[in-house]
């Protein structure tokens, strides 16, 4: 079940959302400021997000710019063309204008959903584009030829990106996707990776890191 965060400090508003989402097999959370937003958001992640921009405390626009990862949906009175362009430059991916009709909420909910599944399934590093959805991946216009193996290693150390991943953790993960890797040839993936990656590239994307395991080069 998908989970849709309402943030309005509007009580009567907020309600006929959650009856209207709950109809449609949502599940909502709710939060009535900026600052319980944030709270919520340290502890919760919704799916999608509706943010009304005018919040006691802090607004909207500051609360939006603090959301990562979850497609928001900016849902305001405010009618000026240029802060609508802002919002959507700053991260929002919709915007719906109060008072507004509950079927175009829910299709623009749809496709915003639609569309966060679509991009959820691609991982991205540099020039490197991992599908998670059909296997593949491509290195700038060129695709690899992995092995099980390979593939699930550069999917995980895609998946952390920004720290270096162990070998106990790397085996362990992997092994969700291929029961090929062991400690005693997780080395020798790890080298056969870097170096198809290195044949088109011309770049070293992975290095060792000592006593721990490996990352991605920055």
Not at 105 to 128: E, P
């Amino acid at each position: 079940m998908k989970t849709i965060a309402i943030i309005d400090d509007d009580i009567h508003i907020g309600n006929m959302l959650q009856e209207l989402l709950e109809k449609e097999g949502y599940g909502v959370l709710r939060a009535y400021s900026g600052t319980e937003a944030l709270m919520l958001l340290s502890t919760k992640t919704p799916d999608l997000i509706l943010l009304d921009l005018m919040l006691p405390g802090l607004a909207g626009e500051d609360v939006l710019k603090r959301i990562k990862g979850t497609p928001v949906i900016v849902v305001s009175a405010k009618l000026d063309v240029q802060n609508k362009v802002d919002l959507l430059l700053g991260g929002a991916v919709d915007y719906v204008t109060k008072p507004f009709h509950t079927r175009e909420l829910l299709a623009r909910i749809t496709v915003a959903l639609r569309k966060a599944s679509v991009q959820s399934s691609l991982l991205r590093y540099d020039d490197i584009t991992l599908n998670t959805a059909n296997r593949s991946v491509t290195l700038g216009d060129s695709e690899l030829k992995l092995t099980r193996t390979e593939y699930a290693i550069l999917k995980h150390l895609m998946q952390n990106e920004m720290q270096a991943v162990s070998k106990s953790q790397l085996l362990d993960r992997i092994s969700l996707d291929t029961p090929d890797c062991t400690e005693g040839s997780l080395k020798i993936h790890v080298s056969n990776l870097r170096k198809k990656l290195r044949d088109v590239s011309g770049k070293d994307y992975i290095e060792a890191v000592w006593g721990i395991g490996f990352k991605l080069s920055k």
